[in-house]
């Protein structure tokens, strides 16, 4: 059956470069056959680009260009060859385009690979409203150049993308997310995390809208524009409509145009044959996305920045800390590294069990295979308390009230602290330490929130740095304050002022001590009544014996004591002040049946006197 054309025309838009990096070598390329030709290339700057990519050929690589190098932060560094733009068409207009190199210069804004997976996770955790009910995360082994290499893999069940939707996602700086339910917003994640983590990625996407069913594949692959020395940033992309029983080329020009394109993705994915192309979409379902991420980058070292041999269940980034500890490890720092405050920064199932501050009904993150458990630290607090704060909003925006939970973490280290801040439900800044450093004031004092008033940065990473920004961060010291200072004694350590009060206490009772006469003794209870004092006073030698444990114990008891009793303290006097109104209002109730007995009983007492006059 004849390829179906789609009779709908999509605009094309081309992208002119205007990137000069100065001493770059001539290269050699050849030239599109015609202008018309050139103006048909798909260009990944804007998201109405539906048109084919022209045949290219790879032309000699620029002289010093190493390809060896697949180091992500040293990628950006290749020679650029001169621009070749072509004579502008009759009545078109002058225009910018995006060279290569920017899809690198975008990605380096996620310094964090696992940043760049939550992107990745974002997307399908969006498509939860599209009935999505899993995002498949995993390693894959693919070949390429002769030579077998890990993969990432992602696989949801979302509504999918048809060719216009997957031409929006291609683009540089479209986002369609504008609820308030979505966490996507810049139109710019899937280029930056993609790029991040791999030099090339291949996405599928099956799709059924209006009710027209499509398939879509497209390329985003800087190795191919590198090594063919491109200008503009090219991404060949095919469709098919799979309405029928077979899956039908969707023709937006020609047939030569759609042949191109799947030409050059045969030659820079890791799929060789047409046949192969379209196996990847048995997997995926009547609707969902996958996307293979390959070529992953390299370390300084050589070897791959993520690790999947050191747990079969897990994605990890290589621990330097770990790798170099020694069997004299001290134990405090052994179980830091074992708490989800340390491993969420080297194990993706750690920082993916806390991505997401609400757990989900009906969707499940599944990591090598095996779902994620989420996991909320609220629910590992000891002596929670619930603080709200009214943030001060832009004047005629609805006012905002964020609920915080602090409390002490439970069997960590004292020095696990600090505030898991969410934005839309996606955590942004883990144990985020806003007391002092060197300050014992906080130590294992964790809370959590939800700040959707103030915006996240570009990799969700951070916030920008506002004045909401700066006014939530002063709140959140005081919280630790005010929070320590009611609560600290019940972990056993003073609370502040304590030392100062103690010393002043054993003073003055020094100096009254000093004005008895000889033999003289007295009860401290009587001068201090709301402190009790033990029957039992330990002798100086087993007062030296005794253990600092043994001692922070007796502090405990002795605090907890002090809380009960002005606990109990509170109760008495609300009980001495209800009594008090009871006694008033029975006050009341007496004088007034007191006046009514009056009021009855002299008529009747006139009346006697009345009868006895006569």
Known sequence: MPPKVEKEHLNVVDIASSDDDGDAQTVARKQASSLGERQLRRNISSPEIPQSSGPITPPALPSGETLDSRSFWKAGNYVIGPTSKPALLEGALEHARVHPKFLHSNATSHKWAFGAIAELMDNAVDEIQHSATFIKVDKIDIKMDNSPGPALLFLDDGGGMDPVLLRKCMSLGYSSKKSNTTIGQYGNGFKTSTMRLGADVIVFSRSTRAGKATQSVGLLSYTFLRRTGQDDVIVPMIDFDISGHWAEPI?????????SNLKT????????????????????????????IYNLWLNDEGIYELAFDDDDEDIRLRDEALREATTKVLKKTVELQSHISYRLRYSLRAYASMLYLRKFNNFQIILRGKPVQQFNIA???????????????????KECSVETTIGFIKETPTNVSGFNVYHKNRLIRPFWKVKSDGSVIGNGVVGVLEADFIEPAHD??????????????????????????????LMGYQPPGFAAKQKKLLANQ????????????QDSRDEQPGLDVPDVVMPEGDLASTSVD????ENIQLFMRC????????????????????????????????????????????????????
């Open 379 to 397: 629910d590992e607090l000891q002596y929670p308390k619930v603080v709200t704060y009214k943030p001060q909003v832009a004047a005629g925006s």
């Open 510 to 521: 020094h100096n009254n001590s000093s004005n008895f006469p000889a033999g003289g003794k």
């Open 265 to 292: 993705i045969l030659e820079w994915s890791p799929f060789s044959l047409k046949e192969d192309l379209l196996l990847q979409f048995d997997d995926i379902g009547p609707h969902g996305t996958k996307i293979i």
């Open 550 to 553: 043994q001692l922070c114990e």
């Open 460 to 489: 969700k990473q951070d916030f920008e740095r506002s004045s909401l920004f700066v006014r939530l961060e002063n709140r959140l010291k005081q919280m630790v304050h005010e929070y320590w200072k009611g609560h600290c004694y």
């Open 563 to 614: 809380e009960e009793k002005a606990q109990k303290e509170a109760e008495l006097k609300q009980t001495i002040e209800e009594l008090e109104k009871g006694l008033e209002d029975m006050r009341k109730k007496c004088a007034h049946l007191s006046s009514l007995l009056e009021s009855k009983q002299e008529p009747f007492g006139t009346r006697n006197y009345n009868l006895h006059l006569m």
């Open 251 to 259: 023709i937006y020009s020609t047939h030569d145009d759609w042949s």
